[in-house]
């Protein structure tokens, strides 16, 4: 068999990331619509994730997040999200690149998707590249600063994370099957 040196796994893992920046920006401009929420699974070691010291300290390599009822500024980048949550009643806020997302889920409609997370130079590279927001017409604010309070338009996330350090270790294949109904 012939050497893939186009790295077609890689450019259609890029791509169903974009999957999930593209539902976030959605969020961010209109909201959550109807029951949809969304689960988020990263590797918080990953170059660019910023979690606090608190937090690290109690998911040190990898955290869901669930976006649904409480959520402030969310903020959609080209390379990285960002949110705040209140774990604990203490608000946090949470920069995660896309390279680093291990799982996005909408059970909802039971959409997921499951990636590889590779921290190489080039993932290094590439957190540090792009830092401005994309251009959408968002309601949120885009304060550097947390917000007391929610903003009317803002959708909301849970509280407290899922996380699991169990399969840390193992390599994810994408898959929308993992997820669907049988």
Do not use: C, W
Not at 30 to 55: E, K, N
């Amino acid at each position: 068999m012939p050497e893939d040196l186009m790295r077609y796994d890689l450019l259609a893992q890029n791509a169903l990331r974009g999957v999930v920046r593209d539902a976030l920006r959605h969020v961010q401009k209109s909201g959550l619509p109807g029951d949809h929420h969304f689960f988020i699974q990263f590797d918080t070691r990953y170059p660019g994730v910023s979690i606090g010291d608190r937090l690290s300290a109690k998911y040190p390599r990898e955290m869901t997040i669930v976006l649904q009822h409480q959520f402030y500024n969310l903020l959609i980048f080209e390379d990285r999200f960002q949110v705040e949550l209140s774990f604990d009643n203490i608000q946090e806020k949470l920069f995660v690149p896309f390279a680093a997302v291990k799982g996005f889920l909408d059970p909802y409609v039971q959409f997921g998707l499951q990636f590889e997370v590779k921290m190489d130079e080039d993932a290094v590279a590439a957190t540090e590249v792009n830092t401005k927001p994309t251009k959408s017409k968002s309601k949120v604010p885009k304060s550097e600063t947390p917000s007391a309070s929610p903003s009317e338009e803002s959708p909301a996330v849970d509280a407290e994370p899922i996380a699991s350090d169990d399969d840390a270790n193992k390599p994810k294949v994408v898959s929308l099957d993992a997820f669907r109904k049988k």
